[in-house]
């Protein structure tokens, strides 16, 4: 059934529901395994990086790392294998970008992310992904 799941994060309280979503739909199926997304939209600035190279594989700041930390230990205490993918960008796009190019059976995502003001702009992240997603998409209230 869903044995490759991809679990689109922020740290929000919508995406930590979707992570117990996400580990009940993997203890369904033996084998099967997380790879958590989360998408980093606060792009550092340019005081930031001044007197620094900037490489095309920066290492991420601790802070953005702290976000999905909670979510990525319930992860491993419920035995499940976890891959974490952080990456810089705009979240709809970016997740819609892992959810086909990658072998995933379906994406969970919360129905609501951190920036309230981006959503009601620009439409909501995990509209734009059942929309565009080839997989199956479960949002997650």
């Given at each position: 059934?869903?044995?490759?799941?991809?679990?689109?994060?922020?740290?929000s309280t919508?995406?930590?529901?979707?992570?117990?979503?996400?580990?009940?739909?993997?203890?369904?199926?033996?084998?099967?395994?997380?790879?958590?997304?989360?998408?980093?939209?606060?792009?550092?600035s340019t005081?930031?990086?001044?007197?620094?190279?900037?490489?095309?594989?920066?290492?991420?700041?601790?802070?953005?790392?702290?976000?999905?930390?909670?979510?990525?230990?319930?992860?491993?205490?419920?035995?499940?294998?976890?891959?974490?993918?952080?990456?810089?960008?705009?979240?709809?796009?970016?997740?819609?970008?892992?959810?086909?190019?990658?072998?995933?059976?379906?994406?969970?995502?919360?129905?609501?992310?951190?920036?309230?003001?981006?959503?009601?702009?620009?439409?909501?992240?995990?509209?734009?992904?059942?929309?565009?997603?080839?997989?199956?998409v479960l949002?997650?209230?």
């Amino acid at each position: 059934m869903f044995k490759n799941i991809l679990l689109a994060a922020d740290g929000s309280t919508h995406s930590k529901r979707a992570t117990e979503k996400a580990i009940f739909l993997a203890k369904q199926v033996e084998g099967a395994e997380i790879t958590l997304v989360h998408v980093v939209d606060d792009l550092p600035s340019t005081i930031d990086l001044l007197g620094e190279t900037v490489e095309e594989k920066q290492p991420m700041p601790v802070y953005v790392k702290e976000r999905t930390a909670e979510m990525e230990h319930a992860i491993l205490e419920a035995g499940i294998p976890l891959r974490v993918k952080r990456i810089f960008g705009e979240p709809g796009p970016a997740i819609v970008r892992e959810a086909n190019e990658g072998n995933y059976d379906i994406v969970v995502i919360g129905s609501r992310g951190l920036n309230p003001f981006q959503q009601f702009v620009l439409g909501s992240v995990s509209h734009k992904v059942a929309k565009r997603a080839k997989c199956p998409v479960l949002l997650v209230k």
